[in-house]
């Protein structure tokens, strides 16, 4: 039995849990998530709880059990109260301003660089150097984090670029450390 797909999930007050043919429709304050399952796994709300089994055995569904369980845990979890990424900008010059839906970050490149903010996300500029991306579903919240991310990922030598505000980057010395 799975560790994670055997846990019940509790539905938090406000948030409606809706099951029809192979998708789960969660509603809550922040808006509106849909997820569609594979026939492997079953769903069912009972009271304030939702219940994942699977059906037999398999490989297959033996791993399907868990994801879909924790799929449904973070659709709960984002329609109530949402999720929330922070990247730090690091480095000379570098900086990034929010104006209507375009991310504009300088990163130490000729030209400066527009981003495309999702309508799924927001991004929030807290001064120069620091990008707040929030948002109800925790895939596009990360996707969007992850292709900031990769404009400048950090070097390890003087630590420049974009990284997580929780990331720790391994410093190495230069050439002149090694005499």
């Known amino acids: ?17 809706a099951v ?15 997820q569609d399952f594979m026939p492997n796994v079953t769903i069912t709300v009972e009271g304030a709880q ?6 037999d055995d398999s490989k297959s569904s033996r791993s399907y ?11 709960i979890t984002g329609v109530s109260t949402g999720f929330t990424r922070a990247l730090l900008i690091n480095g000379v010059g570098y900086r990034a301003e929010v104006k209507g839906n375009i991310l504009y970050l300088n990163l130490g490149f000729s030209n400066q660089i527009e981003f495309m903010i999702n309508e799924d996300v927001t991004i929030v500029c807290e001064g120069q150097n ?6 109800i579903d925790k895939q596009k919240v990360g996707q969007a984090c992850a292709e ?4 400048r990922p950090p070097e390890p030598y003087k630590g420049k670029g974009i990284k997580y505000e929780d990331e720790v980057i391994r410093r190495k010395i230069g050439k002149s450390g090694v005499k």
């Open 65 to 75: 059990h868990g994801l879909y369980r924790q799929l449904v845990q973070n659709m």
């Open 20 to 34: 029809a043919d192979a998708t789960v429709t969660v509603e809550g304050p922040k808006g509106k998530l849909v």
């Open 130 to 135: 620091k990008v707040i991306v929030s948002g």
């Open 1 to 17: 039995m799975s560790r994670i797909g055997k846990l019940p999930i509790t539905i938090p007050s406000g948030v409606k849990v």
């Open 50 to 55: 939702v219940i994942v089994n699977r059906k």
């Open 148 to 151: 900031i991310r990769s404009l």
